[in-house]
């Protein structure tokens, strides 16, 4: 079992799947940044699209994306023609000159579109950005997903799936406003892996309402029969002053920050014990799975979409609030689908807010990256450094990190406290980050 200490634990560290993080993005960078980054993309260079789906049919209580109801059709096609309309524009700007790797459709919920109009996207993607079989992932709402669906996603050719599954418990379904018996998801994936179909994620979810150990080893006994190639045990953030929709959860019945940190350990030591791999702190993944051979192979990334064996440096995403990311900036489109809508149909890229990065703030990339992904980084801007060597030093004599020479790794009783050490390279926490990085 994991060592239990509260003080670290209730440190508000960013998940760090960018950095700098998107807490420090403003609006004075914006399209114009945008558009000067796609003229910039060097010829031949690796990239992946994502597309952003703001749509579910029907919203659940606990979920923190941007997304709204699905509701009239005629809206969805007014977004999906602002969608096609911005790929449109971006292609133009690329010229050809990416090398498209990846595409990943995400939302909300994908498959609030209609297959057809799926389809549709996937051949406008392919065609303007010349696309040689890019990898294709989706994510699905089991709730939405039919036979239909899943013959859609054969002939698009897409190679991973990806469920919100979050708890096979009854009681806790209906405390987060999210019914979806166990043979619901049996039969998405049977009809999934009948027509090839076997790179499967579920993301599950620990301290939700009413969740105790059991029910959680209850929700594991499903998964380990099921035997999804891929899992991100995530913990339920309850924020209802950002999330409105939270309000509806029952702040009562939610677990104590031990009982979180019990679920996360109990969680941990199950998934092991199937055979899965564990991927940085909180995804896993069966040894066969390309995440688990990349993590082998010292090639896991962590961007927008967590940890990912994606390689691409340059990924660009369509769609209210999707975030393109270059190796020297961070871009996010406005958020609001309706004024999303409105720029994008005055020809214009939709990038409202962002961040440049100097070369300091990738070296902190880099090194807070490789310490998430692969457990250790190389420390030595810290040891100049008196306030950060005093935090190291903290984590040393806790046995969370060990030290050899210039740096650092995490041991097994420092996984869930990845992201504390991680903030040690993190200048925008003065009080735990390190000084400057002279490159
Ligand atoms: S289906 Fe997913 S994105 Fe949609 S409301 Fe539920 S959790 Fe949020």
Avoid at 53 to 77: E, V
Avoid at 150 to 159: D, F
Avoid at 322 to 338: H, L, T, W, Y
Wanted: net charge neutral; charged share 20%; aromatic share 8%.
């Amino acid at each position: 079992m994991w060592p239990y200490f509260p003080d670290l634990l209730a440190r508000p560290v960013p998940r760090y799947t960018s950095y700098p993080p998107a807490t420090q993005f403003t609006d004075k960078v914006n399209a114009d940044a945008q558009a000067e980054a796609l003229n910039s993309v060097v010829s031949g260079t690796p990239i992946s699209l994502y597309a952003h789906i703001p749509y579910c049919q029907s919203i659940c209580w606990y979920c923190g994306c941007n997304t709204g109801a699905a509701g009239r059709t005629q809206r969805l096609h007014a977004y999906l023609e602002a969608l096609e309309a911005e790929m449109s524009l971006v292609a133009k700007l690329l010229g050809g000159r990416g090398k498209l790797q990846r595409i990943a459709f995400g939302g909300g919920s994908p498959n609030a579109i209609e297959p057809v109009a799926f389809v549709r996207l996937v051949d406008r993607l392919v065609t303007m950005f010349g696309g040689n079989s890019p990898d294709i992932s989706i994510e699905i709402d089991p709730r939405a997903f039919t036979l239909e669906w899943a013959m859609t996603l054969a002939i698009a050719q897409v190679n991973r799936v990806s469920f919100g599954v979050q708890s096979f418990d009854a009681e806790i379904q209906a405390a987060i406003g999210r019914i979806q018996p166990v043979e619901m998801i049996e039969t998405c994936m049977a009809s999934l892996r009948a027509r090839g179909i076997r790179s499967i994620n579920f993301d599950l979810m620990y301290g939700l309402p009413y969740q105790t150990n059991e029910s959680l080893l209850g929700t594991l006994d499903h998964v380990a029969r099921m035997r999804p190639s891929r899992i991100a045990l995530f913990g339920y953030a309850h924020l209802p002053h950002i999330f409105p929709r939270q309000k509806r959860i029952d702040a009562a019945a939610l677990p104590g920050i031990e009982a979180r940190f019990e679920q996360a350990a109990i969680g941990f030591e199950r998934l092991v014990s199937e055979g899965y791999v564990p991927i940085g702190f909180d995804h896993f993944a069966l040894p066969d799975d390309s995440l688990a051979i990349a993590a082998a192979e010292g090639k896991v990334r962590r961007n927008f979409q967590g940890f990912t064996d994606d390689q691409s440096d340059v990924l660009i995403g369509f769609g209210a609030s999707a975030i393109s990311q270059f190796p020297d900036r961070i871009i996010q489109n406005e958020k609001n689908p309706g004024v999303y809508r409105q720029i994008v149909g005055e020809h214009r890229l939709a990038g409202s807010r962002g961040l440049l990065r100097d070369a300091n703030d990738r070296v902190r990339a880099a090194r807070i990256e490789h310490l998430l992904c692969s457990g250790h980084a190389d420390a030595s801007c810290l040891l100049a450094e008196p306030a950060s060597m005093a935090s190291l030093h903290q984590l040393e004599e806790r046995r969370l990190v060990v030290r050899d020479g210039s740096f650092i790794k995490l041991t097994e009783a420092g996984r869930p406290y990845a992201r504390i050490v991680a903030a040690l390279f993190d200048s925008s926490l003065p009080e735990v980050g390190a000084g400057s990085l002279a490159a």
